[in-house]
Structure formats: C-alpha cells, structure tokens
C-alpha cells in the first residue's frame, strides 16, 4: 500500500497512467484531506466532492486505452477569485456569496483539458485585496506551519492547502506578490510570469493592467510543467500576446548549472524594513550561487523605493472602476426597491472594509483635482520603473533579493494597520509594475521554523531562463 | 501633509457610491490620510522627460482579434444568477430610475 500522502506530482502522474494507482484513490484521499484539515485551516470557500466523477473517468479511459491529457487524474486546487463554469465563485467577497459561474477562465480550461481534477476553490482575500487572507468574507485561513500565523495572501488558501498537503498543486493570481508572497511565507514555490503570458479570461478583475495568473507548486520543475500548460495567446483576452509558448519544462536541462550567470543584487532590497533573519537567510543563497559559478553584481536602482507608492495609486485607481460592475442588479438579493438605494445598499453592505477603502484611495486618486497629481504621475514612474529595470537587464541576467521582508506574521498583527499590511509587498510589486516574471523559491527556514523565501526576476518572457536558473538555485539550496 | 477631512471622505463615497457609516468615516479618513502621507513621496520624482502612458504594455502590431462573430454565452448562463424579479422576458429588469 502507497504511503498517498507522500506521492507528489511527477510521481502521481506516472502511477496513475502505468495504472499502478488509480485517479480515484488519490482524488479520494486529498478530498478527505481537504474536508479535514482543510477546514481546520479554514483553506477552502467549497471543496468540490464530485471531483471523484471526474477521477472516475480519467480511470476508466486509461483502463479502455484511450488518449489522456498530461495531468489525467491529478489532483489540484484553483483559487476562488478564478471562474468555474457551474460551480460557486465567491472571490472570498460576501458580494458574490452565491454566484454560479456562468464560464469557466481560461487556466481553468486548459488544466481540465489536461485532466486534472480541481478538488476545491481556495480562500483568498476578497478580490485578491491583501497579504495576509486576513481580508476574506469567509474568515482568514491559517499557516499550516503555525496555526496562530498567517499564511500570507492574497492566494492564501492556494499556499495553506498546498503547504497541508492537499492538492499536488494549486493556482493563484498575483497583482503585486499575491502568489509569491504567500509561497513565501508557506515555504513553497510561487511562479508569477510576464504579463501577458497568461490569460487572464474569467479571473475575476483586480486590478486590470497588474493581474496575471500563476502557480503555487513544491518545485521549481512542477511550476515549469504547469506553466507549459496554461500559458498562451487567448482570442478572449486581448492583452496576452500572440507569442510561442516556449517548452519550459524541457529547457530547464539545457541551464545545466549557474555558471557565468549574472545575478544583479539591489542594494535597496537590504536597506530599511528588512528582517535580519531574512536579510541573512537571503545573503547566504546568494553566496552560494556565488560559489556554484554565478557573478554577483551589486547593483542600485533607487527608483525601486517608489513602487509600494506607484502600486497603491495604481492598483486601487484601476480597483474603483473595475468594482463599479457591482451595482445590484444583476445577481444577489435586491435589496431595496429604488434603483440608487438599492445600489448603495447592496456595495455598502456585502463589500468587505477592505474593499471598500481600496475603493475610495481609488476614487480619491481618480477624481477630479487630484487625477494629474495622483494617477497620471504615478502612471509616469511606472514607465520609468519599467524603463530603468529594462535599461539593468542588458547587464544583468535576474534581479534577486528576498520575497517579503518578513516571515509569517502573528494573525491580527497588521490587520488594523493597513499601511503596515500594504509593506509586505514591497519586494514583490515592481515585477507587477514592470510586467516581469518573476518566482519565489523557499531559501531556509528561521529559528522557529518559519519559512524565508528568494525571489528571482527576470526580463519579459525569459520564463525559460528564469525557471532554468531557479531550478539551479533550488538545487544548491537543497543540497546544504 | 495630506488633509483629509470628513468632508472629503463623504465627497469620495458618494462618488464611489458607498453609503459609509459614521464610524466608517472616522476609520477611514485616519487610514487613508495614512497611506497617502506615505505614498506621497512619489510627487518628488522627476517624470519631466517620461511621457504618460495609459496602457504599459501596448506593443507594436496586430492586438484584436479578426472582426467574426464567434459563439458567446447562451442566454441562460447569462441569466444563470438572475435572482426573483431581476429578469424580464430577454433582459434585467431594473426598478423605474426617473
């Protein structure tokens, strides 16, 4: 009898196709994982019992021999801000408490495609507003690594199942470190890619020009696998690019070690705000890439103080117009019977605190008298952001530097101080602002245990370098 | 220094159409006035010789898709969440506005 709690993908994929496990049997036991543990971590809005009909069949064509995709029969989750045709999508928002998805997005079709068989909707903060899951209509998830911990957000049910180990992988979206952060703070991997790359069809809008797709996986290998797969031009999303998917999984061979690589170190990552035990986790990888052939190049690029700012006009300003779609009139309860009472008492009442205040930093950065100030200054230092980070990788290969600048905080600790939880991006958001990929790996733990995470950034759709050196770093990291 | 008053917080919800309490009110304007004294700084960097751009990341070359109709929602899943009294024949139906 296989120990089902220690086959991750790779394995998972190669036993259920030798038929040597069936889909059923595994389906079967992270869905009880997922009803257990998984509501103990408060991890999942709906856990999707019927999936075993879906293992059922994956089964029953490899028993008749037909063709079966590259994830037949796996096991995975998808956050709930990402539509799934006929099943609830809540977006963690009490707004969209009962909403059946009229569609399924993209990634989600693809996997499915694929075979894979999504055994829940993850917990996130509402609309994917914040880093903590502390924000969600459905209560916060816990760390599994410490239950009086966050598990980082805003894909903060992704990582605590994953982390739980329910699911062989999980799928989140990411505006400004909502997939890396929260790998980061799980010990887990947490690819986000260009922009562009991924579709962003039935992703329940965030923040338009920010919002990309990515994937919460326990390797560097497993994201690249998945990536492959939900990558890619899409008729229903104009702003991916009609560019080919590169063959991620296979490439990462061909960057056999970290020689001659050059890694770029801003020394405004290690200034203010950074923890010590994070500071010299981070230090120590980067020694050690130094070590296995990499060139270390200290680099300064003082404009990236200025994304925190950058991404909390921007995000929010585009968070006011893309939230005006919830007006009352189409789903939920009405509420009232005047068209405006109605309206304001359906956002007024259903829409989460901080929601709301995101929609009113928004509004004010939009309205009249403070747009120029605002929104079009910091639309220029987004271009000049982008510029400048554009202008350091003719020199250097990736941008490296801690994920967050702390490691999983105490719930409750900076839920009442939003500037404090708006911080802990601050590594994350200029590869959102600049639309670069970029991952975060788990480079060691802290003296209690608590994982630390290493970011990597690369240039627009390099996925296939970035993953190839990730995988490396891994490596090395691993075998210390 | 940013002002924000509880004039400029009731102005802003009713632009954003959110009906706030008066503790709402008071919670809010202490935040914002935080986070904007913070973001603030940003105003000192010189964008002179970087020009506005709405979208980042439009590039050169053919964006839309050909102009053909392709098959979209079936009219049930468009009115799959239309709750008691939000549908009439083929469309919402709204509460008379004037």
């Given amino acids: ?106 990634v989600v079709e693809k996997l499915e495609e694929e075979g894979a068989v999504i055994i829940g909707k993850t917990n996130c903060d509402p609309f994917a507003y914040g880093a903590s899951g502390e924000n969600s209509g459905f209560g916060p998830t816990l760390n599994p690594i410490d239950n009086t911990r966050v598990p980082g957000g805003s894909s903060s049910g992704a990582a605590a199942s994953l982390a739980a180990g329910i699911g062989l992988f999980a799928i989140g979206t990411d505006t400004g470190g909502s997939v890396r952060q929260p790998a980061s703070l799980c010990g887990l991997v947490g690819l986000k890619v260009t922009y562009g790359r991924n579709s962003r069809y039935g992703l329940i809008a965030m923040a338009s020009s920010f919002d990309t797709p990515g994937i919460l996986s326990h390797t560097v290998r497993e994201a690249a696998f998945i990536e492959e797969i939900i990558a890619g031009k899409d008729s229903k999303d104009a702003t991916t690019y009609d560019l080919p998917v590169e063959n991620y999984f296979k490439k990462l061979n061909e960057i056999k070690n970290l020689d001659k690589v050059k890694v770029g170190v801003p020394k405004q990552y290690f200034e203010q705000g950074i923890t010590q035990d994070v500071k010299q986790a981070v230090q120590k990888t980067i020694t050690k890439m130094k070590k296995n052939g990499a060139e270390i190049i200290d680099v300064s690029l003082p404009i990236l103080k200025q994304g925190i700012s950058v991404y909390y006009i921007l995000v929010p300003s585009e968070i006011s117009s893309n939230m005006a779609r919830y007006d009352g009139i189409r789903f939920g309860r009405k509420e009232e019977d005047n068209y405006m009472q109605n309206l304001l008492k359906t956002r007024s009442k259903y829409l989460e605190p901080e929601v709301k205040r995101r929609i009113m930093l928004g509004t004010y950065a939009l309205s009249a008298g403070y747009a120029d100030e605002y929104y079009k200054h910091a639309s220029r230092v987004r271009v000049k952001i982008t510029r400048e980070i554009m202008e350091l990788f003719k020199e250097v290969d990736i941008l490296v530097g801690p994920t967050s600048p702390f490691v999983a905080f105490k719930l409750g600790e900076k839920s009442n ?64 | 220094m940013v002002k924000i008053d509880d004039k400029l917080v009731k102005k802003i919800a009713d632009l954003a159409k959110l009906d706030l309490s008066k503790e709402e009110v008071r919670i809010y304007k202490e935040q914002m006035a935080s986070v904007l004294e913070y973001i603030d700084k940003i105003k000192n960097v010189d964008v002179q010789n970087t020009e506005y751009i709405s979208h980042l990341f439009d590039y050169e070359g053919e964006r839309l898709r050909e102009d053909k109709s392709e098959a979209s929602l079936e009219d049930k899943n468009v009115f799959l969440n239309a709750t008691e009294g939000r549908k009439k024949d083929d469309f919402f139906a709204i509460s008379k506005v004037l």
């Fill in chain 1, 417 to 480: 101080d939003p500037l404090a939880m708006y911080l802990a991006d601050v590594y994350t958001v200029n590869a959102n602002i600049a639309g670069c990929p970029a991952i975060s790996i788990n480079c060691g733990y802290n003296k209690e245990g608590l994982p630390i995470g290493f970011q990597i950034m690369s240039e627009k759709f390099s996925e296939a370098k970035l993953l190839g050196i990730a995988a490396n770093t891994e490596k090395i990291i691993n075998e210390s």
């Fill in chain 1, 1 to 106: 009898m296989k120990d089902l709690s220690k086959i991750r993908l790779f394995e998972a994929i190669d036993l259920i196709k030798k038929q040597k496990l069936k889909s059923e049997e595994l389906v079967r036991y992270h869905l009880e994982l997922a009803n257990t543990k998984g509501k103990d971590l408060n991890a999942f809005i709906t856990v999707l019992d019927d999936s075993i009909e879906k293992a059922r069949e994956v089964d029953q064509k490899i028993q008749e021999g037909k063709k079966v995709g590259l994830l037949a029969g796996i096991p995975c989750t998808v956050k709930d801000i990402l539509m799934t045709k006929g099943i609830r999508t809540t977006a963690a928002s009490k707004i969209l408490k009962d909403f059946i998805a009229p569609y399924s997005a993209t």
